[in-house]
């Protein structure tokens, strides 16, 4: 069965420092990638989407960047975190059909 | 581009009262339709989905969704809630042909035993 994998479960950040995020899927090839952002209220924001090794699409112009070195694993990343990159970062893998399927998520702090 | 509403933000019931969740979304072309649910500190996982076919689906826990074309509506349903059924729900719209699903900005529910 598939499994994905999210690490580190929380994270606390000063601004100004670097960020990376991994996410990592089990029992699957060539999964559609996400990353979101959840904030209280306001649903599910796409940060990115990758269809495969390299292609990444970015669909709010943001201080984070994404990357996908290999087929199962997708990295959030920022050079220099801002107080408002704090949040509930989730990863998901999408099967043929759209069905989304949620990593346990990272909770960042930025202060 | 696509939209999705969910009018109901905070939904308090007590146990036992029955449950209707709205959801409509905005583009008329083919979709596939999908209830989300997150339960206090799990992951978000399917509740159910709408591909094709009979447009009343069942999915996990006793509930089910009506796909309703003519009103572009996929609306959650419950008969009989349960403290357990606690809970953050989404709904999501994936537009045919689109590898991007459109959310909902959700809707917490809180069942009072």
């Known amino acids: 069965s598939q499994t994905i994998h999210q690490w580190p479960a929380t994270l606390v950040q000063p601004v100004g420092s670097p960020l990376s995020l991994e996410c990592t899927v089990e029992?699957?090839?060539?999964?559609?990638l996400y990353w979101y952002r959840q904030a209280a209220g306001r649903g599910l924001q796409l940060l990115f989407y990758s269809v495969g090794i390299g292609q990444i699409s970015s669909e709010v112009p943001q201080n984070l960047s994404a990357s996908r070195p290999q087929d199962r694993q997708f990295i959030l990343s920022s050079k220099k975190l801002l107080l408002s990159d704090s949040g509930f970062y989730l990863c998901?893998?999408?099967?043929?059909?759209?069905?989304?399927?949620f990593g346990p998520g990272t909770r960042l702090l930025v202060l | 581009a696509q939209s999705v509403s969910q009018h109901n933000h905070h939904v308090i019931l007590s146990e036992a009262a029955s449950l209707e969740l709205g959801c409509n979304y905005s583009y008329g072309g083919t979709v596939n339709l999908f209830w989300y649910v997150q339960y206090p500190g799990q992951h978000l996982q399917l509740l159910l989905k709408?591909?094709?076919?009979?447009?009343l689906v069942k999915g996990i826990k006793g509930f089910e969704a009506e796909f309703i074309k003519s009103k572009f509506s996929f609306n959650l349903r419950k008969p009989s809630v349960q403290w357990s059924d606690t809970a953050e729900y989404f709904c999501a719209v994936l537009s045919g042909g689109s590898y991007i699903p459109t959310f909902g900005r959700g809707t917490s529910l809180i069942v009072h035993p």
């Open positions: 998901a893998w999408s099967d043929r059909m759209g069905t989304q399927y």
């Open positions: 029992g699957t090839s060539n999964p559609n």
């Open positions: 709408y591909f094709s076919g009979d447009p």
